[in-house]
């Protein structure tokens, strides 16, 4: 089954909490949304969650077509529970128990369990991770702190956008994700027609706004407020990762 997932930044995931995980499992065109929206979020890091494993890209992407169509099919999403708190671990966990059935079921063919045996040759296994690499578990952190952030700053730059500020925006952007860390913010901000305090001023507002953003973006898939700041240093560090 072929899925056709929206862009990771798309700005159209802010609600409450878990509440976007207990919408996602109705029946109804609202849940479907949230449960699209859900997996939009979750597909980036799972296919390098499974890349990682030693899988090729082509695979990996099946993989991870086959996986979200159980969930998009309601078979997957009821097991996410409240009590779990963080449905980037309950995410996590799902996507192995997938790939524990995967094998299971390829290993009883290749006994003979399945009308039509199939030779161990036929299966792609995935390559023995390099050491020096870093985890499966850690890619798919480092994925999802990715979009995360680019979920974000999209979110940030439509609320530019909406209030006359976009151009202004897209000359600052870089100033916030630390692309332009040396850059000339005296010619920069002459261009804009502000003076150099106005300007780091009104940089340091949208960071504040961006970090705000990241929070709210973390705290749609937890059960409590006080679960963000420990995700948001899972975040960081995810970040780091080599």
């Not at 949230?34 to 980036?44: D, T």
């Not at 078979?75 to 128990?97: C, D, P, T, W």
């Not at 480092?142 to 979110?155: C, F, I, K, N, S």
């Not at 340091?204 to 006080?226: N, P, Y």
């Amino acid at each position: 089954m072929l899925i056709s997932m929206p862009p990771p930044t798309s700005a159209a995931f802010h609600t409450t909490r878990w509440s976007r995980v207990v919408l996602a499992r109705e029946p109804s065109a609202q849940g479907q949304e949230a449960l699209q929206q859900l997996c939009a979020a979750y597909y980036s890091p799972v296919i390098s969650f499974l890349r990682r494993e030693g899988r090729q890209e082509d695979a990996a992407r099946d993989l991870a077509h086959d996986f979200f169509a159980i969930v998009l099919a309601g078979r997957a999403i009821n097991h996410a529970e409240q009590s779990r708190g963080r449905f980037r671990s309950y995410l996590l966990g799902a996507v192995k128990h997938f790939l524990s059935h995967q094998r299971e079921a390829a290993l009883r063919l290749r006994r003979g369990g399945g009308e039509t045996p199939i030779s161990v040759d036929d299966e792609e296994t995935p390559a023995l991770a390099d050491p020096a690499q870093i985890s499966p578990d850690e890619a798919f952190d480092r994925e999802w702190a990715h979009t995360v952030l680019a979920r974000a700053m999209e979110a940030l730059r439509q609320e530019q956008a909406a209030e006359g500020k976009g151009d202004a925006f897209a000359r600052l952007q870089p100033w916030l994700s630390g692309e332009a860390a040396h850059g000339d913010q005296a010619a920069l901000a002459e261009s804009l027609g502000m003076n150099v305090n106005t300007l780091k001023a009104a940089t340091h507002r949208l960071r504040q706004r961006f970090r705000a953003l990241v929070k709210a973006e973390i705290a749609v898939t937890l059960d409590d407020d006080s679960a963000v700041d420990e995700e948001m240093q899972v975040l960081f560090s995810a970040l780091r990762s080599r």
